[in-house]
Nanobody
Framework: VQLQASGGGLVLAGGSLRLSCAAS????????MGWLRQAPGKEREFVAA????????YYADSVKGRFSISRDNAKNTAYLQMNSLKPEDTAVYYC??????????????????WGQGTLVTVSS
């Protein structure tokens, strides 16, 4: 599976962005998808995950109620809608895929495939 993340950019605090993650391959719906982020000087942090069918999602407490993960299996694409952005959301955001389709909570950092990352900068 090859992943291509896009949609990052510069936004004012309180604004919104939608990240996209386009995946190659014909079995996209069998993969759990996740978004993780890494801010400068910090460790990579789990943000959100969605099961292969899209029926189950899981969020980090820091983004719950502000971010929404979704997927369109017909388009082989996962999304991260980010609202009410804060300066502390500034990071490189990575999308990831794993063949354990349902482990949205138990495998927050265990992914087989990673995209290249897209930079989100939130200015105050």
């Amino acid at each position: 599976v090859q992943l291509q993340a896009s949609g990052g950019g510069l936004v004012l605090a309180g604004g919104s962005l939608r990240l996209s993650c386009a995946a190659s391959g014909r079995t996209f719906s069998s993969y759990r998808m996740g978004w993780l982020r890494q801010a400068p000087g910090k460790e990579r942090e789990f943000v959100a995950a969605i099961s292969g069918s899209g029926s189950t999602t899981y969020y980090a407490d820091s983004v719950k109620g502000r971010f929404s993960i979704s997927r369109d299996n017909a388009k082989n694409t996962a999304y991260l809608q980010m609202n009410s952005l804060k300066p502390e959301d500034t990071a490189v955001y990575y999308c990831a895929a794993d063949s354990d389709s349902w482990a949205v909570m138990t495998k927050r950092y265990d992914y087989d495939y990673w995209g290249q990352g897209t930079l989100v900068t939130v200015s105050s």
